[in-house]
T-cell receptor
């Protein structure tokens, strides 16, 4: 699976959009981009995933660049409860394994 | 979404004893479950893939005789830490994929915090 690179930490004001970048320059054509988050001392929570098109659900939007080498997770209106570590993971089509990187620690402040 | 539970949520045991952690899929059947370990301020590390009705597949560097995995039914996988030592103290998390979901996202349990004294 392709390796991902994320900034170690980010801050965001409550109510503003949080834009979390992820670099996956070695991604191959059949690999998906997944985002999970982990709130302190809990199991990770699925957020969203995509292959090449932008995706949106009730939690977030995922913007994938045309060359698929990077993506951005957007939380449109961050709340204090969005404070967590966000993991960007690249996963092959034929595997269920998730290999976690170091993630981005997002701190939402009042 | 689908629900995965773990039991116990935390456990303290003495060095040299064995501890069993259960992972259950509550509203779906999972032929495959995964076990992760997470040390403080670190990321999750995949330990093994638990396959219903067959042997688990361990990641490189994980001792299969120390971390026994049994997936006896489609809703239950267990991880037994044998002869636990203080360095095994960690947060153990399981996950499972709901095969009804075409999107292949996994659902994670709440984790089990193990402290070995």
């Amino acid at each position: 699976d392709a390796k991902t690179t994320q900034p170690p930490s980010m801050d965001c004001a409550e109510g503003r959009a949080a834009n979390l970048p992820c670099n996956h320059s070695t991604i191959s054509g059949n690999e998906y981009v997944y985002w999970y988050r982990q709130i302190h001392s809990q199991g990770p929570q699925y957020i969203i995933h995509g292959l090449k098109n932008n995706e949106t659900n009730e939690m977030a939007s995922l913007i994938i660049t045309e060359d698929r080498k990077s993506s951005t997770l957007i939380l449109p209106h961050a709340t204090l409860r969005d404070t967590a570590v966000y993991y960007c993971i690249v996963r092959g089509y034929n595997t269920d394994k998730l290999i976690f990187g170091t993630g981005t620690r997002l701190q939402v402040f009042p | 979404g689908a629900v995965v539970s773990q039991h116990p949520s935390w456990v303290i045991c003495k060095s040299g004893t064995s501890v069993k952690i259960e992972c259950r899929s509550l509203d779906f059947q999972a032929t495959t479950m995964f076990w992760y370990r997470q040390f403080p301020k670190q990321s999750l590390m995949l330990m093994a893939t638990s396959n219903e009705g067959s042997k688990a597949t361990y990641e490189q560097g994980v001792e299969k005789d120390k971390f026994l995995i049994n997936h006896a039914s489609l809703t239950l996988s267990t991880l037994t830490v044998t002869s636990a030592h203080p360095e095994d103290s960690s947060f153990y998390i399981c996950s499972a994929r709901d095969p009804r979901q075409g999107a292949r996202e996994q659902y994670f349990g709440p984790g089990t915090r193990l402290t070995v004294t």
